[in-house]
């Protein structure tokens, strides 16, 4: 899958174990669910950024760990033909990501690569508004946890 990793704010950095981990994640994902030449966009940031996403997209106020915007759910039109389909963009707040990994008793590596299979899972169409869709999402995330051996400790 065709992974652009991006900073907001630009000075954020991580360390480059994890910007591989995320981009192996991507591609077990692509592999996984059929999406191999599929594009997306995951964007670092802190909890100030994702706060405003939040309250612009979501009308809450509050910062929050991740957020997904799948492309197949926008009001764009339909590329017929496309080599690459545009799956969509995932913001994860780095803060959140830190705290929870604290509060979860795991690592922070761990935290960010769930928060991105999470995302990455909306945008392929999983959701979790209704208990069975929330049983299925959380199925498929423990799945492709298992698949990256990436577990909590």
Partial sequence: MNTIINFE???LTIEDSLYEEILRAAEVVGKTYGV????VSITLTDDEHIQKLN????????ATDVL???F???DEPEIFGAEI?????????????????AEYGHSFLRE???????????LLGYDHMKEDERQEMESEQRFI???????RE
């Fill in 9 to 11: 704010p630009e000075e």
């Fill in 36 to 39: 191999e030449s599929g594009e």
């Fill in 55 to 62: 309250k612009k997209f979501r009308g809450k106020n509050t």
């Fill in 68 to 70: 997904s915007f799948a």
């Fill in 72 to 74: 197949r759910e926008s």
């Fill in 85 to 101: 389909e545009i799956l969509g963009d995932v913001i994860i707040s780095l803060e959140r990501a830190k705290t929870q990994a």
């Fill in 112 to 122: 960010v690569i769930f928060l991105e299979v999470h995302g990455l899972l909306h």
């Fill in 145 to 151: 946890m298992k698949k990256l051996e990436i577990f």
